[in-house]
């Protein structure tokens, strides 16, 4: 098997994985406190990973999709984060996000190619979020153990998405239209990765919920 | 080729500083939970060692009247005998007949004295019980346990008639027992305790919240639950034990009381 079969393969195993974390959020977030907008976010975002999925399989034009998907994903990151650290939800940030990626599709990377820029500048913003809550979790005076915190392993599996995909979304629209036979042309194989695990990690957070 | 190298060198950076995060929180937490257990146990201990010198001290007090009303049997006791029979040989040796008179009313008086006594050292030993009656123990009994201030406790007692005082021995010996198994052994923040009596029917029911034991296991083997049995058993009652890990519920009924007394 090739390093292409596997990116391939591994990127139609992190799109449908999406589905894990959305069934999940709508079995065991419920209307709990932050976990809700988990439940928004991936309702959202599985079944446009697949239908990105099924565009890509025959060969139709999908990068539009990932220009909404960058906005959403952003947006629905950036309240869940702000809820969990402000109990509010800013929706001052969540504009910013809108303007950012608006500006980006409008100014710098057009709707048919790949928005690294925006992708990018969310995982950026939204990594430092990440960090900012597991400050708050060490800060926190309610002790509970990590593993079985639903916070901590859903911010760590985030955490391990964002740190996987800055770059790669960095130069994602030079990976994605690579014309080159080495690593660096399949390296989207490392989103795939992350991504998958996320899911995975993102899951058994959700399902600790309910286990609650 | 430099922009591979920066792909996989920053994106292995950032993976690498976030599994350190991931793992400095998860070590960090781990840390003040182990923190935090051993301050539960020694919290534990220290209630434990607490319930204890409660116990202790119901027992001590016990074992101070049973040794007072010793020294009085013994020594007073011992004491006015020896005076009732000089007494004695100085009426049987006296011939003035007014000494006679005076010595025997000393003889008399000696021996209400040693009646006295003995009543106050029967009292002393059996303690309220005996003269007050079994509400009047009971409530006493709740009350020290109360003062103490290391277990919430709610006694509801309701005993219109007094049962005989052989029955209130041993109504007083179970309820004593019951709250000595809860003090030693049930780690109980709350006990609940009841008795009352209709038509000479006594029931008790006693509920506490403490770890709880197996009744099939504990109830052969132990001294304490094995002596409740038996004295309900003199009383021609019945008994009746609930226990999980959230507390341990006895039910105790006796039936004509007044007649199996």
């Known amino acids: 098997m090739m390093l292409k079969d596997v990116n391939v393969l591994l990127s139609d195993v992190s799109d449908v994985s999406e589905m894990l974390p959305a069934v999940a959020a709508w079995k065991f977030a419920g209307r709990k406190q932050a976990f809700t907008i988990l439940t928004w976010l991936f309702s959202i975002s599985a079944p446009v990973k697949i239908i990105t999925l099924i565009l890509a399989r025959n060969n139709i034009h999908n990068l539009e999709w990932f220009h909404f998907l960058a906005m959403w994903e952003g947006c629905m990151l950036f309240a869940f984060y702000s809820k969990v650290l402000f109990s509010r939800v800013v929706w001052w940030g969540v504009a910013a996000i809108i303007l950012i990626d608006s500006l980006d599709t409008l100014l710098l990377e057009p709707i048919t190619t790949f928005n690294s820029f925006a992708w990018s500048v969310n995982t950026l913003i939204l990594l430092c979020l990440g960090l900012l809550t597991f400050y708050k979790l060490y800060t926190s005076s309610q002790l509970i153990a990590p593993e079985e915190d639903p916070m901590f392993i859903i911010n760590s599996g985030w955490m391990i998405y964002f740190a996987g995909a800055l770059f790669t979304y960095a130069l994602g629209s030079k990976i994605l239209f690579s014309t080159t036979l080495d690593f660096f042309a399949e390296s989207w194989i490392i989103v795939s990765f992350s991504n998958t695990i996320k899911n995975a990690v993102v899951c058994y957070g959700l399902y600790r919920i309910g286990k609650q | ?260 007394d």
């Open chain 2, 1 to 260: 080729m430099n922009e591979a190298m920066t792909l996989i060198v920053g994106t292995s950076a950032l993976l690498v500083m976030i599994i350190f995060v991931i793992l400095s929180a998860f070590l960090y937490q781990r840390r003040l939970l182990k923190k935090q257990r051993e301050f539960a146990e020694i919290e534990t201990m220290l209630k434990k060692q607490e319930l204890r010198t409660t116990y202790a001290v119901i027992r001590g007090q016990d074992e101070e009247r049973k040794r007072i009303a010793a020294d009085i049997h013994d020594n007073v006791g011992g004491m006015l005998a020896t005076l009732k029979i000089y007494s004695d040989l100085v009426i049987a040796r006296d011939q003035d007949d007014e000494l006679q008179r005076l010595n025997r009313k000393i003889n008399n008086l000696v021996e209400d004295l040693s009646v006295n006594i003995r009543k106050v050292s029967h009292s002393l030993d059996s303690g309220t019980l005996t003269n007050f009656g079994l509400s009047a123990a009971l409530e006493q009994l709740c009350e020290t346990i109360r003062a103490s201030g290391k277990i919430g406790l709610r006694c509801i007692i309701d005993l219109p008639t007094s049962p005989g005082p052989d029955a209130s021995l041993h109504l007083y010996r179970i309820v004593q027992e019951l709250f000595t198994n809860t003090l030693k052994h049930a780690g109980a923040t709350h006990v609940r305790f009841e008795i009352s009596e209709i038509k000479g029917d006594i029931s008790i029911i006693y509920e506490d919240d403490g770890v709880g034991f197996d009744v099939t296991a504990v109830g052969g083997t132990s001294m304490g639950l094995r002596n409740i049995q038996s004295r309900t058993e003199k009383l021609g009652g019945e008994i009746s034990i609930q226990s999980s890990n959230t507390g341990t519920t006895f039910i105790i009924e006796i039936s004509a009381v007044h007649e199996a």
